[in-house]
């Protein structure tokens, strides 16, 4: 039911479409009748110059200017009054020249249209052509927005970013990574080798193209964070180095020789989503494989330095068996000297014990001494005294 009434009001508005079309197209070809006419009448009889137009003709005319309440369709009354002032303005003429003038006056308004048209379809082929130009720039852009974001140093998965991990291209094996990443490797193994092949390395040096290739991208990545954009939207700075604005074959010409991508390379087709899924899984199977072959060389080192240091272990573990047998050695010996340590200091105290009796002993018997020494004064004197009375009592 619903479906059968949209029907009958599209079939509506259609038939009314085509009747604005047609009386649209017959009040042109009316319009075009009575220019001719006018035209006509004016080359015929040219008017004063301060004449007011008749009566009729400002009928007409307001017939034909003044709209239908809708604005867009003049009304039947109007329609019959103007085709009845253009059959008598045609009807004063002859037909032939009313037909050609307006066979003349069609031919302009084509060869107007067609000129528009015409126009109008090299604007729009030059507008395409330019948004296939762009997209085939954006496409190779974006391409090598994401290699030179993804060229990563393979043994720290970072952007190789001056001035800490600057990007080193080493020789003759033409790897590169990054300088942190290589001075920890030399400190740690202690051999100037590449950490991927192996190769010995002669010499080593900036990689310089890809340096400002990533510089350039770091800097507009830090511009679009700052102005509050996606940094994953943001399109390539257009330049390499301190100039700057480059166009997109001096892009492809840097890649070439910063090494990602091959010089003259042309912009390819935009693939569709799947191609750049595989693509990117492609990519980072590549990074992966990398860097298991730096590790597995790293392990296969790390592995080579045990085996080495085990004699050394063995060494060692003798040498610590040899320490702790004289360490129980010095203790046991140190238990001997202990032991013997308690009897000196046993005998000490036992000693100091005789002596303080001895020195007890030895003040008793000075005391003694002392009250013997002083009993014995008295009785010296009364001797002596004894003496000399004794003396003095001789015959």
């Known amino acids: 039911m619903a479906q059968g009434e949209k029907r009958t009001a599209a079939e509506v508005k259609a038939k009314l479409a085509e009747r604005q079309a047609r009386w649209m197209r017959e009040r042109q070809a009316e319009a075009d009748k009575r220019g001719v006419v006018q035209e ?50 045609v009807a004063a003429f002859d037909p032939e020249e009313v037909i050609s003038r307006l066979t003349e006056r069609l031919t302009d308004r084509l060869r107007v249209e067609l000129r528009d048209e015409v126009e109008r379809e090299h604007r729009a082929a030059h507008v395409a052509k330019q948004l296939a130009e762009m997209n085939e720039r954006t496409v190779l852009e974006g391409v090598l927005m994401r290699e030179i974001e993804s060229h990563t140093c393979a043994v720290c998965y970072e952007l190789m970013v001056a001035p800490q991990r600057t990007p080193v291209l080493l020789f003759p094996c033409g790897h590169t990574f990054c300088q942190a990443c290589l001075d920890q490797h030399l400190r740690v193994h202690g051999k100037n080798a590449c950490p991927f092949c192996r190769k010995p390395v002669q010499s080593r040096a900036h990689n310089i193209a890809l340096q400002q290739l990533i510089q350039a991208f770091v800097a507009k990545r830090e511009r679009a964070r700052e102005a ?14 301190a100039s700057g604005g480059a166009a997109p074959g001096d892009l492809a010409s840097a890649a070439a020789a910063a090494g990602l991508a091959p010089a003259g390379a042309s912009p390819q087709k935009p693939a569709g989503p799947h191609d750049r899924d595989r693509d990117e899984y492609l990519r980072r199977r590549d990074q992966v494989l990398v860097r298991c072959r730096v590790l597995a060389n790293e392990l296969e080192d790390t592995l080579h330095k045990a085996s080495a240091i085990e004699p050394r272990v063995a060494r060692g573990v003798a040498a610590v068996e040899d320490a702790e047998e004289c360490v129980a050695r010095a203790h046991a010996e140190l238990a001997r000297a202990q032991a013997a340590l308690e009897r000196a200091q046993a005998a000490v105290v036992e000693r100091k014990s005789g002596l303080e009796a001895l020195r007890a002993e030895h003040e008793n018997e000075m005391q003694k001494a002392e009250l013997i020494e002083r009993t014995l004064e008295p009785l010296r004197a009364e001797a002596e005294k004894l003496a000399c009375l004794a003396e003095a009592c001789g015959p």
Not at 234 to 241: D, I, L, M, Q
């Open 40 to 89: 006509m009448a004016r080359e015929r009889v040219p008017p004063p110059a301060t004449s007011v137009a008749p009566a009729p003709a400002r009928v007409e005319a307001a017939a034909v200017a003044r709209p239908d309440r809708l604005g867009s369709v003049p009304t039947e009354r109007a329609h019959v009054q103007v085709a009845a002032s253009t059959d008598r303005g």
């Open 228 to 241: 509050g954009d996606d940094p994953a939207a943001v399109s390539w700075p257009g330049g390499v180095g």
